[in-house]
């Protein structure tokens, strides 16, 4: 069964760090272009970030640019989002999608002190 496994979220003080994964099973990434998303309280689930299958190309939303990087590791069937300088307003579930349309359950992101 393919399926889509985020971990790595957390509370964390504004200005802090989290590295995001998510592990693929069940089938192979490498074909699929892979993107983040996230949705916050109240708020619709909005891209943060996408990589293409070949990990040439990338796109963030502006609200990230700079300090999000997301990357690929097609040997480990993972994709990686490195989130640094966390604000308070980047607190959301964070979710992995694959260009194919599965959705992973999600990990919760909270910037606060």
């Known amino acids: 069964q393919a399926q889509l496994v985020e971990s790595g979220g957390g509370l964390v003080q504004p200005g802090g760090s989290l590295r995001l994964s998510c592990a693929a099973s069940?089938?192979?990434?490498?074909?699929?272009?892979m993107s983040w998303y996230r949705q916050a309280p109240g708020k619709e689930r909005e891209l943060v970030a996408g990589?293409?299958?070949?990990?040439?190309?990338?796109k963030y939303a502006d609200s990230v640019k700079g300090r999000f990087t997301m990357s690929r590791d097609n040997a480990k069937n993972m994709v990686i989002l490195q989130m640094n300088s966390l604000k308070p307003e980047d607190t959301a579930v964070y979710y992995c999608?694959?260009?194919?349309?599965?959705w992973g359950q999600g990990t919760q992101v909270t910037v606060s002190s």
């Open positions: 999608k694959t260009g194919a349309g599965l």
């Open positions: 069940g089938f192979v990434i490498s074909s699929y272009g």
């Open positions: 990589i293409s299958a070949g990990g040439g190309y990338r």
